[in-house]
């Protein structure tokens, strides 16, 4: 961004606000919070154990995690387990969550563990990683 650009904008920004606080008006009125804030969504890593490899979980993962509307990316790990992390409203991805422990019906779960993270703020859609 040009330096120059820069400068004036700070320096219209604060002669507007001294123009209205010489009106007795606030500068900074209270911003209202959005309706959905970060608190509001949940974060989740989850290892999936079992018959989870060449059963096409990945990709039915996918397609759930679109269906359900959380955002996230899933993979496969060397040990032959399935990583995923998934993120939304908490109740869709509590849903997720309960997809994961059956997975596909090509699948065996033997148990996915769940572990609580923090969220990525501007995520958007759910992908399969390599």
Do not use: H
Not at 83 to 104: H, N, R, S, T
């Amino acid at each position: 961004m040009d330096p120059v650009y820069v400068v004036v904008s700070v320096i219209r920004a604060v002669a507007v606000t001294i123009a209205l606080a010489a009106c007795g008006r606030d500068p900074a009125p209270p911003r209202q919070p959005p309706p959905a804030t970060i608190a509001a969504v949940r974060r989740v890593r989850l290892q999936i154990r079992g018959l989870v490899q060449g059963v096409s979980y990945r990709a039915s993962a996918t397609s759930a995690a679109r269906r359900i509307g959380v955002t996230g990316w899933v993979r496969n790990q060397p040990d032959g387990s399935v990583l995923a992390e998934v993120q939304g409203a908490p109740a869709d991805v509590d849903a997720m969550i309960d997809w994961c422990k059956d997975g596909p019906p090509s699948a065996r779960v033997d148990g996915v563990e769940v572990t609580d993270i923090a969220a990525v703020i501007g995520e958007a859609g759910f992908s399969t990683q390599r």
